[in-house]
């Protein structure tokens, strides 16, 4: 994966292993103003969820968030997730991995690609929109209040 060098590799583990990688961009610049992809991943491979092992821990509520990152962080806040490789990437077979819960919480991030992932999921799956603070993500808001902040807001 020399191609992939000086990108943080993000795996995609099922109970039967890694199946799927995406690399994402380390450098401190804009990606968009410095013409670089953020993520990158492996060709020729589909697009899967992200943190699928959260979908065995107990409990009847899920998180759905936009990229890798989010759900790392809220996981490790103790609160089950997974994520969709970016806003437009949740295809409707994804939806059958969350029929198991009785709440899907959905958490894109606060633009219109996040607005259009919350909507898709509130259309395909009933999941349950959660209103980020102004000017958060899952990301700034964890930083700004830890996982306190994460769990008021979903709870």
Known sequence: HEGYQGRLALP?????????????CL?????????CRKYLGLEGFETN????????????????CEGEIDAITLSISGI???AVPGATN?????GRCLDDFSRALVLGDPDDAGK?????????????PIRMPKGHDVNSLYLEGGA???????T
């Open 116 to 128: 259009g992932l919350n909507k898709k999921l509130i259309n395909d799956v009933r999941a349950i």
């Open 90 to 94: 949740f295809k409707k077979h994804m």
């Open 27 to 35: 450098r401190q610049h804009s990606c968009k103003d410095e013409g």
């Open 12 to 24: 995609y583990i099922t109970p039967g292993g890694v199946v799927n990688f995406r690399f994402r």
């Open 49 to 64: 969820l992200y943190n699928v092992m959260d979908l065995s821990k107990p409990g009847d509520v899920i998180c759905v």
């Open 148 to 154: 306190d902040a994460l769990r008021r807001l979903i």
């Open 80 to 82: 089950p997730a997974v």
